[in-house]
Structure formats: structure tokens, C-alpha cells
């Protein structure tokens, strides 16, 4: 792996790990409910990163965020571990099946979705049993309008920041070497 | 950088590889510490070697999100009413789950501020972006102050050109020997420096199985 390539992934990882310290100030409406800020990083570089790059970026946001929420020897980071793969799974299926026609906002609402459905599910089966379907409605309401407004967030950066730029054509000249 | 600001005990006596892997260490005894009392010594000993580690920290920020973490935590009752005031209960469940969580996440970002410094350099590829990725999350706690909550988009696309310039640039240092970053940095720790390290590490984890 190029050097630039480490460089963009790791200052993306430790701007998912940013976002987790600032995602812990805010109340939660819903328990278990997160905003995901710490997807911001994946958002904006959904349409040009390459599939393999999406996962090791997904998995070290992963980690990064079970050591700031010191979940890491916890269920809580097996939670977010399948959930962030389902949501990142069904982004990239979408952006790539989906092109031009679909825009930041939906694929970052499906991710969410996505990410807590699995979360409901395996609360379901392996934690809290048959009664967290309880909280699922309100959670996954919630949880989809906050990946659509995540996806307002990331395309409103995306279109104003030079660095994405940058980025953007020194990944798409290295694809066409 | 925060090279210039470092000890220079630390600098001389202690390797970036053995602060890494001592802070990596570490870690584990303070996540399965449940002490309270524990975890908040922790939490101001891991802010006092981040400051000998030349890292500057902003107390009150870090009091601050200590006290909105408990805040939060609060607004949800669990256990016994310890206090009520303005008809607002404040419960011990609810108190000691909110300062828990908001030392750990204190005492993390310390931890991480004291284990790191510019000059880490760790063989492989996982090995290289685990090193940067610490290495930037210190830096963007270190910057973030310069983001105005008036243009935060621009803010952050700033940090990060910033950053992104700035990792190069560690790039090009690390494949030239004796650079100023590196000059008068421990390649290898001193005995004594490894000794302190240790120390360290095996307290923390003497006071887990305490």
C-alpha cells in the first residue's frame, strides 16, 4: 500500500475516532441510539475509495471508536462491528448498483438501516431477548432520519472541501495509472 | 511539533516504540478497571504524563466533557435518590454511570495524547497506519480549537489539508536520517526509561486485581 494511501487512511480513522468523542456529548433520545458521526469519514469518501480501502477504513473506525467508548472488551463492539459492516455492505452496493441516481442522503439513510437492524437483531437474539423489539420502531425512525441528515452533512462537505478534492484526483489518477 | 515541547528525560530515556506499546499495555487495565475512585487517579495520571509528554492539555475542556457526559447521564434516574434539588433528581445509578463514562473517554484521549509522539514508527503496514492514525487523532485534538462553530465545514477541511501536508512531511523525515524532528530522540530506551515505563504498566495493572 502507497504511502498516501496510509496517510488518507489513517487521518480518516482518527477523524471517525474525533467524531466518537464528540458523538459522546450528546443525549440520547432512544437507549443505544448514535447519530454516527463517526461515519462522517466513510460518507465522504464513498464515491471514489476503493472497495478494500471502505473496509479497512470501516474496520479501523471500528476499533477506533470501541477505544474512545472504551467498548472494546465489551458486546457493544461486536455490535458496532456487525452493524458498521452491514451499513458499509449495503453503502457501497448502492452507491456503485445506484450511480448517479443516488445521492449521499439515501445511501447514508439505508446504511443507518441497515446498521440498526442487524443491532435490533442480535440484541434480540443474543442480549435482551424478544422484548428489544420494543425499542425497535422508535430506533430505527430515528436512526434512519439521523443517516439521512449524516448524508446532508457529508454531501454539503463534499461539494465546498478542497482536501476531498485533492483527494478525489490524486485517487482517480492513481486508478488510471 | 510536539517534539520541541517533550522532557528531555523523556526525549533522551524513553523510545516512541516503548511509549506506544507501554500506552498499548495499559490500556486493557484501564478499561476493566470498575473502581471509580481507581480510574479517576488513572485519569489524572495519564493527564499528567500526556503534559510530560509535551502534549498540551486543556483542563477545563476535558472538565467540561467530563461534567456533560455526567450531565446527560443524570437526565435517565437509576438507583437510589441521593439529592433532588430544583425537583431535578440526582440518583447514584445515574451519577456513577455518567462519571464512568466520561473518565473513560477523558482518560482515553490521555492515554492516547501520552503514548504518541511525532518520532513513532512502527514495521508494517498495519503497523504504519495504526502509528499514524494515533499520531493524526492527536493532532486533531490538538487543533481542533481552531474550528469555529460559525464555519465548521471550512474548519475541518482546513485541519485536514493541514494534517494531510503534515503526514507527508513525516514521510519524507522518517526517510532521512537525523532530521531536526528526530535529533536527540531515543532510538532505544535507557534501562531507566524502560524501567519507568514498566512501572507504570505493572501499576496499572496491580490496581486492576486489586
Known amino acids: ?177 | 511539533m510536539s517534539l520541541r515541547r517533550q522532557r528531555p528525560w523523556m526525549l533522551r530515556n524513553i523510545s516512541a516504540t516503548l511509549l506506544f506499546y507501554g500506552g498499548i499495555a495499559t490500556l486493557p487495565a484501564f478499561l476493566f478497571q470498575s473502581d471509580i475512585i481507581i480510574r479517576a487517579a488513572q485519569v489524572v495520571l495519564f493527564g499528567v504524563l500526556a503534559v510530560f509528554a509535551g502534549k498540551r492539555l486543556q483542563w477545563a475542556y476535558f472538565l467540561s466533557v467530563l461534567a456533560t457526559v455526567t450531565l446527560f447521564h443524570l437526565l435517565v434516574p437509576s438507583g437510589a435518590v441521593l439529592a433532588d434539588p430544583l425537583g431535578v433528581p440526582i440518583t447514584a445509578g445515574a451519577l456513577r454511570t455518567g462519571l464512568y463514562k466520561g473518565l473513560t473517554i477523558v482518560g482515553m484521549v490521555f492515554l492516547s495524547l501520552a503514548s504518541v509522539r511525532a518520532d513513532l514508527r512502527i514495521p508494517g503496514q498495519v503497523g504504519a497506519i495504526l502509528g499514524k492514525t494515533f499520531w493524526s487523532f492527536e493532532q486533531i485534538m490538538e487543533r481542533r480549537s481552531t474550528i469555529e462553530i460559525r464555519s465548521i465545514g471550512s474548519g475541518v477541511d482546513r485541519l485536514l489539508m493541514g494534517l494531510s501536508n503534515d503526514l507527508t512531511q513525516l514521510d519524507a523525515d522518517a526517510q532521512v536520517e537525523d532530521t531536526q524532528s528526530r535529533k536527540g530522540t531515543a532510538r532505544r530506551s535507557s534501562p531507566v526509561g524502560a524501567l519507568v515505563v514498566g512501572t507504570i504498566v505493572a501499576l496499572q495493572w496491580t490496581l486492576l486485581f486489586l
Open chain 1, 1 to 177: 500500500m502507497k504511502d498516501d494511501r496510509i496517510n488518507t487512511l489513517a487521518m480518516l480513522a482518527a477523524a471517525a475516532m474525533f467524531f466518537s468523542t464528540l458523538e459522546y456529548l450528546i443525549p440520547k433520545p432512544v437507549p443505544f441510539f448514535r447519530i454516527g458521526l463517526a461515519n462522517l469519514p466513510i460518507l465522504v469518501v464513498l464515491p471514489f475509495f476503493r472497495n478494500r480501502d471502505m473496509a479497512a477504513l470501516a474496520l479501523l473506525k471500528v476499533i477506533g471508536q470501541g477505544l474512545i467508548n472504551g467498548t472494546l472488551a465489551s458486546y457493544v463492539f461486536l455490535f458496532s462491528l456487525f452493524g458498521t459492516t452491514a451499513s458499509v455492505f449495503v453503502m457501497v452496493l448502492f452507491y456503485r448498483i445506484g450511480g448517479r441516481h443516488v445521492s449521499l442522503i439515501g445511501v447514508s439513510a439505508l446504511g443507518a438501516l441497515a446498521s440498526n437492524v442487524v443491532q435490533i437483531t442480535l440484541s434480540v437474539q443474543f442480549i435482551f431477548g424478544p422484548r428489544s423489539w420494543v425499542i425497535a420502531p422508535p430506533f430505527l425512525i430515528i436512526g434512519t432520519i439521523a443517516g439521512a441528515f449524516l448524508g446532508v452533512v457529508a454531501g454539503s462537505f463534499s461539494r465546498d472541501s478542497q482536501w476531498l478534492m485533492r483527494l478525489r484526483r490524486e485517487y482517480r489518477g492513481e486508478a488510471a495509472q
